[in-house]
């Protein structure tokens, strides 16, 4: 029988997006998981001002913990920091609007390495409309530049919490693979936050990846939920596009109190209007069995007890995630 210990220590290990409360605590844990990298993405209302304070945070964030952190900037810096047994750090939005309404701030923030962008978060923005504004119109014109300014510079389109007609526009439009870094399948599940089947197609026919979320609120058992009920939602993800599409995103928001200024902050449609949903507020358990990165081994092992295989399970663990950052990071023209 496979060591399921010795497979995820030797597994490229890839988190598809956490919004955690960022310090040494945090980042200690990340090697006990055995985490090779992680989409640290908690940009979600910022303008360009704030989207620098982010970019220089984390400077500092890996300047001052280089023993246990690395920058990463393409697939070769994830497998470096693989064998120097350190975490990969990947800046990521939630949000485009530090973009604010200037096209060409696209690339200053590539250039600073910010490689993943959620098109918009919740509500609308200059692009398009999120899962929660009333009324979604689809990918805008502006949004058309965006997208295609991603595509040009090698930045990877995140569509999670994008609304549903302006994620479809935005796969059929993008000419690079696009991800949905941290979803649940509204067909097992029907909430706002889960996205269609259709959608899950589209990403994985134009190359992209799908990350089973942790969020208890998209799985059926809610904060009942256990590590098999991730699994089960993998498995619908799997049986419909493919082990190849498929991904981790936790959305682990470790160490955030709720309610906690942040997270309310989080819950308010640009940080200051109306609440959006009560996740600021409510008490949310990780489903047991993976509800801190110390609990990463228990996934993998949990995947092989099902039967998934050793090379499978290796996909679904990381290698995914590197195949569509290899793609989507290059210069699409």
């Not at 200690?28 to 090779?36: D, K, S």
């Not at 026919?205 to 059926?220: N, R, T, Y």
């Not at 470790?254 to 409510?282: I, M």
């Amino acid at each position: 029988m496979t060591d399921a210990r010795a497979l995820h220590d030797r597994a490229i290990v890839v988190d598809g997006l956490q919004t955690c409360l960022w310090g040494r605590p945090i980042f200690e844990e990340m090697r006990a998981g055995g985490l090779t990298a992680i989409n640290v993405s908690t940009v979600l209302w910022e303008n360009f001002r704030e989207g620098i304070d982010y970019v220089s945070m984390w400077k500092r964030f890996l300047r001052e913990n280089d023993d246990i952190l690395r920058p990463v900037r393409s697939v070769a810096d994830i497998h470096a920091a693989k064998a120097e047994g350190r975490t990969g750090i990947i800046l990521g939005w939630q949000n485009t609007s530090p973009l604010e309404d200037k096209l060409d701030y696209v690339e200053i923030f590539k250039d600073l390495g910010v490689n993943i962008m959620q098109l918009t978060y919740n509500t609308q923005n200059y692009s398009g409309a999120g899962y929660l504004e009333e009324n979604d119109s689809g990918l805008t014109g502006f949004g058309r530049e965006v997208v295609s300014e991603m595509n040009r510079l090698g930045v990877l389109c995140d569509l999670s919490h994008v609304g549903d007609k302006t994620s479809a526009d935005t796969i059929a439009y993008s000419k690079a693979p696009v991800c949905i870094s941290h979803v649940l399948p509204r067909a097992l599940h029907n909430v706002k936050r889960n996205k269609d089947d259709d959608l899950f197609v589209a990403c994985a026919e134009k190359g992209g990846l799908v990350g089973i979320s942790f969020f208890a609120p998209g799985l059926k058992a809610g904060n009942d939920a256990t590590v098999e009920d991730v699994l089960d939602a993998m498995e619908h993800v799997i049986d419909l596009i493919g082990v190849d599409h498929v991904g981790i995103g936790t959305d682990f928001s470790l160490d955030r109190p709720r309610p906690s200024d942040w997270l309310l902050w989080a819950n308010k449609d640009k940080g200051t209007a109306r609440k959006l949903t009560e996740f600021g507020s409510v008490k949310i358990n990780k489903p047991e069995g993976v509800r801190r990165m110390t609990d990463m081994p228990n996934l993998t092992a949990r995947m092989l007890a099902r039967g998934w295989g050793e090379a499978n399970v290796e996909k679904l663990l990381g290698l995914n995630w590197l195949r569509v950052f290899d793609a989507a990071w290059k210069p699409v023209l």
